[in-house]
Structures are given as C-alpha cells and as structure tokens.
C-alpha cells in the first residue's frame, strides 16, 4: 500500500473480498510518500479465476479501491 499523500495516513486498514475470498487487515499509520507491504491469507473454496477487490481505507485521508483477477490453483 502506498501513501502518496503530503502527511501520514493513520489508522489505515485493508479488506479484501470476492466470490468465496474475504479478509481483514489492519494496517496502522503509512508516512507520506512511504509504501507498506501487507500480507493476507485467503481460502478459497475451489479452484478458478476469482475476481477479487482490494479496499484500502484510513481515519484521516479517505480510502482508495481496486479490483484484480486473481488464479487460484489448488
């Protein structure tokens, strides 16, 4: 997750959903400029194409979303 704002986004949170995926990080504080790698686990319940959203929010400077297809092999 990048920050790419010109001051610190706190309280920031990642959640992630789809068809049989869901997930619910919390990420703290991200400075300005400053980029966080976060890890998930998901489990899905079958094999497939599985178009997933990532949804980033924080207390202090809105959120931003994103939808990826991912492949998951089993």
Known sequence: I???GGSAATGAKLK????GVGSKSSVGTI???QTKTVKIKIKPKKSGRIKAAFKVTSSNAGGKSLKKT???RK
């Open 31 to 33: 400075a300005a400029g």
């Open 2 to 4: 990048t920050n790419s």
């Open 16 to 19: 992630v959903s789809g068809k």
């Open 70 to 72: 991912i492949t998951v």
